[in-house]
């Protein structure tokens, strides 16, 4: 699913991921949670990519016990990302700035999901997040 950024088309996508989950019989919790994790991946890559194609790209992948949540977007990786070897972000890169209010989007999201890794490609930033059917 490509969505343009902006305008808030995030809702869009997590109207469909909240379809795709229910069809998969998640619990009505867990299903908020997944809705909100991918509405605050897609305003990060929104915030922080300067992607020429302003464009978010998202892919719902169905597993016997997991639903795979990727959304990509092309240009810069947030800040603190690590470099390209994939390790995603240090423990004091993980702690949100209080001060700026910036950096909670990341931690709310790891809190929400059962897995999240960042990985940079070769044209930006993709996020892959797990939840797994309970």
Same mark, same amino acid.
């Given at each position: 699913?490509?969505?343009?950024? !902006? +305008?808030?088309? &995030?809702?869009? #996508?997590?109207?469909? /991921? &909240? +379809?795709?989950?229910?069809? /998969?019989? %998640?619990?009505?919790e867990a299903i908020n949670q997944i809705k909100t994790a991918l509405v605050e991946a897609c305003i990060n890559a929104a915030e922080h990519s300067l992607s020429p194609d302003?464009?978010?790209? +998202?892919? %719902?992948?169905?597993? #016997?016990?997991?639903?795979?949540?990727?959304? #990509?977007?092309?240009?810069? *990786?947030?800040?603190?990302? *690590?470099?390209?070897? !994939?390790? !995603?972000?240090? *423990? &004091?890169?993980?702690?949100?700035? *209080?001060?700026?209010?910036?950096?909670?989007?990341?931690?709310?999201?790891?809190? /929400?999901?059962?897995?999240? &890794?960042?990985?940079?490609?070769?044209?930006?930033?993709?996020?892959?997040?797990?939840?797994?059917?309970?």
């Amino acid at each position: 699913m490509v969505i343009p950024m !902006g +305008q808030d088309t &995030e809702l869009i #996508a997590a109207h469909t /991921l &909240e +379809q795709i989950a229910r069809r /998969l019989n %998640f619990r009505p919790e867990a299903i908020n949670q997944i809705k909100t994790a991918l509405v605050e991946a897609c305003i990060n890559a929104a915030e922080h990519s300067l992607s020429p194609d302003r464009k978010i790209y +998202q892919r %719902f992948r169905v597993e #016997a016990d997991k639903l795979v949540i990727t959304v #990509a977007s092309r240009g810069v *990786a947030p800040a603190g990302l *690590a470099s390209q070897n !994939g390790e !995603g972000l240090s *423990a &004091e890169q993980e702690k949100p700035d *209080a001060k700026s209010r910036r950096g909670w989007g990341l931690k709310l999201i790891k809190t /929400l999901m059962d897995e999240v &890794e960042f990985e940079r490609v070769d044209d930006g930033t993709q996020i892959h997040m797990i939840k797994y059917r309970r």
